[in-house]
């Protein structure tokens, strides 16, 4: 015999019991979500709207959570695209302006782009996809948040010039200490961790120059690893979960080490990675992302001729490059960086 359609009918409202979860056990299911889930769970309580902005909880989900992929093509210059480790595209920006390339990525919710035209740069707020700033660049053009004030300032670098412009204050650009009498490196652009702007240097002695945000003061400058010469290779430096690094080419070995910074006042270097990656076949190398899954570093490289990134994942316990994901890499046509929506 057949289901009666009678019995297929919901319980009676009196017949449901709510189940009522401590906050404590919300709070942590919560925070292991996806931040498009997030997104639609705001709308469910006042409750979980005020849990899920709490400052606590940003923190807790950003520490449990990888950060995004922002990503561009030459197919769509104008066309930022955001991207989950999982490849669902979680935002679209289109600009009026195209997109060159990023200055000092960090997964921040806050960025700095240069474009073809005028060569300027340009600071998006990526949760609501406004033009905070548009300039036009120097030399060297470097981008951060100060620590602890939390403010976002842009540096314009020229020939024994130093410019500041803090992002929102209306006070426009500010003259400030020239830069040291040390050559600050072409090869590799600068790196913003923990609130201080890094340059790296070409001249033996100092690896890497200092300039904090907050203080908007010139800094004691760091040495680098040992037997690692700027003036002997091109030297990068990126940012790796939260910390500096530093990208050194084995040209005649084959392979790239990457140096993590574990103490700057004694210039104390760990050797993190050493990637069997030829630096004869590229011409720069940026790590991106120490992922979750058994250390495995997300990076790209470009190469010599067309500048075009490639997407790749090295994986320390095999000792092999793979390319990512085509979900993740996109068209390899564009730029790519590492950002957040919070």
Not at 44 to 72: D, G, T
Request: proline letters at 7%; one cysteine or more.
């Amino acid at each position: 015999m057949g289901m009666k359609l009678s019995s297929l009918r919901c319980p009676p409202r009196s017949a449901v019991v709510a189940v009522s979860l401590p906050p404590d056990v919300v709070f942590d299911i919560l925070s292991w979500l996806p931040l498009k889930s997030l997104c639609r769970f705001r709308c469910v309580s006042r409750e979980w709207r005020a849990l899920i902005s709490n400052p606590a909880f940003v923190a807790a989900h950003k520490a449990r959570s990888e950060p995004l992929i922002a990503a561009n093509s030459f197919s769509e210059p104008t066309t930022l695209r955001l991207i989950d480790m999982d490849g669902n595209v979680v935002k679209v920006i289109k600009t009026k302006d195209h997109i060159f390339s990023f200055v000092c990525a960090s997964s921040d919710n806050i960025i700095c782009v240069l474009g073809h035209s005028l060569l300027q740069a340009r600071v998006i707020n990526l949760a609501t996809g406004e033009i905070l700033v548009t300039s036009i660049r120097g030399t060297f053009i470097g981008f951060g948040r100060a620590t602890p004030s939390g403010v976002y300032k842009m540096v314009c670098i020229r020939t024994r010039c130093c410019r500041i412009l803090t992002i929102g204050d209306g006070a426009g650009w500010r003259q400030k200490q020239s830069p040291p009498p040390k050559g600050i490196s072409y090869h590799s652009n600068p790196v913003t961790v923990n609130g201080v702007l890094y340059f790296a240097s070409q001249i033996h002695g100092d690896s890497v120059l200092c300039f904090d945000l907050e203080s908007e003061e010139w800094k004691r400058g760091i040495r680098g690893p040992p037997n690692v010469e700027p003036e002997r290779c091109y030297i990068t430096l990126g940012e790796l979960n939260s910390t500096l690094c530093m990208m050194q080419p084995e040209v005649d070995n084959g392979f790239t080490i990457i140096w993590l910074l574990t103490n700057a006042d004694k210039g104390t270097w760990f050797k993190l990675y050493t990637i069997p990656l030829d630096p004869s076949t590229y011409d720069r190398m940026i790590p991106l992302r120490m992922l979750l899954d058994g250390g495995k570093l997300l990076f790209y490289v470009t190469d010599d001729s067309m500048k075009l990134p490639v997407l790749q994942i090295f994986d320390p316990q095999h000792r092999t490059c793979s390319d990512a994901p085509k979900i993740l890499a996109g068209d390899h046509g564009g730029s790519i960086s590492l950002c957040s929506l919070r």
